[in-house]
C-alpha cells in the first residue's frame, strides 16, 4: 500500500466556476487561495444535467447508460435510491483495500448500507426511516438531513431563507466536524446539498449567494487544516432561469415526424387541455404522470393525441428524442438519416436570432452500455434561455406565461466545477475533466488502480507522482489475502 494521503471530497450541488471566481477578489478567502495556488477548471456532468444521473456517475465512474440510472425517478415514477445502484461505489472500494471512509450527507445512499467507516444520507429520505451506518449513529445527533427546503424557499424571504440555511449547513458542519474529531478515517467526502435549492431560488441575488459561499469559505479552511489534500466538485453547473418554452413535440409535428389523431376539432381541444394544464401545480401532473404511467404497457407513449400508427420521432423526458426504428424502415428512410436529419434540423433551429438548442448527440456518442436502450436516441441541451417542453402546444415557442418560482435553472448547464489544492496535486493546472473521472482519480490517490468497466480517467494531468494503472480487483484479492494471514 502507498502512503494514505488523507483527502476530503468537497461536493457543492450546482456550484460554478463564475460563483468561485467571484473570490478573486477576496484575496484572504480560500476558495480564492484554490484559484491561485490549486489547479481548477471545468467537470463535465451529464445529460440531463442533474444530480441525477450525474451523483451515481461521480460515486461510481460509470455513465448512465451502465447504470441504468437516468433520473430521481425510474419509468413508473419510483424513487431512485441505493438500491438502484448496482455498481460498487468509490468508498466500497476503497472499504475493500481496508481503507476507511466518512460519507456525509450524500445522495443516494439511502438505504445506508454497510461501510468500513460511516455514512450519512441525504435527499429524498422517508419519514421515520433509518439514514445512518452504523444505525445507532442516528440517535447521537439531530442531523438536520432529508428536509426539503422548497416550500421554505417559496414562503420565506430571500434574506430569510438565506439565513435559514445557513443555520442549517452551520449544524450539518458542526456535527461533521465531531464525527471526524475522534476518527482518522482514510477518506472523508462531505456533501453540500444546500445549495442547489438555494441557487434555484435565489440566484438572481448574487449578494446573498456570496454570503453564503462565505459560510462553505470558511469551513474549508478549517478543513485545509484537517486534510492534506481537499478536491473540490459540482455535479452540474447552474444557471439563469429559462424565460421561454420550447414545445418539441409540437416541433417534431410541424417537421413531420409525430402525428396527431386525424380529427382536427379533436387535435385543438387536446392542445387547449395542455395548455390549461400548464397552471396545474407540477406536484399533481407528476402524480397524474406516474399513475398513467404506472398503468401502462409503454409509459414512454404517454403523449396524448399522438397518432402512434403513424409517429417517427417523440419525446417523453426533456432531455430527450426517441426514434421509432422499424417505422424510419417500413417508410423508406434509414434510422441513421432520420437520426441525423433531426440533429441538423435541433442545431439550426433559431428564435428571435438565437440558437435554441446548444447540443444534439447520437446517444452512442456519450454513452455506452447494458442500458443504452433506455436512453433516448438523441441527446439534448437545450440553450439556457429554453426550456424544453413536452406536452404539445398549438405554436413552437414562446415566453412562459407562468411567473416562473425558479431563478436559476441547471437545465442547460452541464459544466460543473473541480478545483483541487494538497500535496498530492499539481499546481495551476486547467482542468477539462468528467465527471466519471473523479472516483479513478481518487483511487489511484490510494493507490488503487481503476476497474476497466469503469467510463472515467484518471486526471493524471493534477496529479504528483507515480499513477497506479493496474485493476483493482486483482489488488482486491491481494488485500484480502492479507487480511487472512493470521499472526
Ligand atoms: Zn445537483
Redesign the pocket.
Known amino acids: 500500500m502507498e502512503i494514505k494521503k488523507k483527502l476530503l471530497l468537497m461536493v457543492i450541488?450546482?456550484s460554478t466556476i463564475d460563483i468561485i471566481k467571484n473570490f478573486k477578489e477576496k484575496k484572504r478567502s480560500i476558495f480564492y487561495k484554490f484559484l491561485t495556488e490549486g489547479s481548477s477548471g471545468i467537470l463535465k456532468s451529464t445529460i440531463p444535467s442533474?444530480?441525477l444521473p450525474?451523483?451515481p456517475c461521480l460515486y461510481t465512474g460509470k455513465n448512465p447508460a451502465k447504470l441504468g440510472i437516468f433520473a430521481h425517478t425510474d419509468e413508473i415514477g419510483n424513487v431512485i435510491n441505493s438500491n438502484h445502484l448496482k455498481s460498487k461505489t468509490l468508498w466500497e472500494i476503497l472499504g475493500e483495500h481496508g481503507l476507511s471512509s466518512c460519507i456525509f450527507s450524500a445522495p443516494v445512499t439511502f438505504p445506508p448500507k454497510k461501510i468500513n467507516g460511516i455514512l450519512v444520507s441525504d435527499l429524498n429520505l422517508p419519514e421515520n426511516a433509518a439514514f445512518t451506518y452504523p444505525k445507532e449513529l442516528q440517535k447521537e445527533y439531530d442531523f438536520p438531513v432529508g428536509l426539503n427546503e422548497t416550500e421554505n424557499a417559496k414562503s420565506m424571504k430571500n434574506e430569510d431563507f438565506i439565513i435559514h440555511m445557513k443555520e442549517k449547513t452551520k449544524k450539518k458542519i458542526d456535527i461533521f466536524k465531531d464525527i471526524i474529531k475522534n476518527d482518522d478515517f482514510d477518506f472523508c467526502m462531505y456533501y453540500l446539498?444546500e445549495t442547489?435549492t438555494i441557487q434555484h431560488f435565489v440566484w438572481h441575488r448574487k449578494d446573498l449567494l456570496s454570503e453564503y459561499y462565505d459560510l462553505i469559505d470558511g469551513f474549508l479552511r478549517e478543513m485545509l487544516e484537517r486534510f492534506e489534500n481537499i478536491l473540490i466538485v459540482?455535479?452540474?453547473g447552474f444557471d439563469d432561469a429559462p424565460t421561454h418554452n420550447f414545445y418539441i413535440n409540437s416541433w417534431l409535428e410541424k417537421e413531420r415526424y409525430l402525428f396527431m389523431g386525424k380529427i382536427k376539432m379533436i387535435n385543438s381541444i387536446i392542445k387547449k387541455i395542455y395548455k390549461l394544464s400548464e397552471f396545474v401545480p407540477d406536484k399533481i401532473l407528476v402524480k397524474v404522470r406516474n399513475l398513467l404511467r404506472k398503468n401502462n404497457p409503454d409509459p414512454r407513449k404517454l403523449i396524448p393525441g399522438v397518432d402512434w400508427n403513424r409517429t417517427i420521432a417523440y419525446v417523453d423526458k426533456n432531455y430527450g428524442i426517441w426514434i421509432e426504428k422499424d417505422r424510419c424502415n417500413s417508410e423508406g428512410n434509414s434510422y441513421e438519416t432520420v437520426r441525423e436529419d433531426i440533429i441538423i434540423k435541433l442545431l439550426n433551429l433559431e428564435f428571435e436570432n438565437n440558437k435554441v438548442i446548444k447540443n444534439a448527440y447520437k446517444r452512442e456518442e456519450i454513452y455506452n452500455g447494458e442500458f443504452i436502450e433506455n436512453v433516448p436516441d438523441i441527446l439534448i441541451l437545450p440553450e439556457k434561455r429554453f426550456s424544453v417542453m413536452i406536452q404539445l402546444d398549438s405554436g413552437i415557442l414562446r415566453k412562459k406565461t407562468k411567473a416562473e418560482a425558479y431563478k436559476g435553472s441547471?437545465d442547460s448547464a452541464r459544466d460543473g466545477i473541480i478545483l483541487t489544492l494538497g500535496n498530492a496535486f499539481k499546481k495551476q493546472e486547467r482542468i477539462n475533466a468528467d465527471i466519471t473521472d473523479i472516483t479513478p482519480t481518487i483511487l489511484s490517490l490510494y493507490g488503487i488502480g481503476k476497474d476497466k468497466e469503469m467510463d472515467g480517467n484518471v486526471i493524471k494531468s493534477i496529479l504528483k507522482g507515480k499513477i497506479k494503472t493496474e485493476q483493482y480487483k486483482e489488488n482486491r484479492m491481494l488485500s484480502s489475502a492479507i487480511k487472512n494471514i493470521k499472526f
Request: glycine share 8%; net charge negative.
Open positions: 450541488d450546482g442533474q444530480t450525474a451523483v446539498i442547489d459540482s455535479d452540474h441547471h
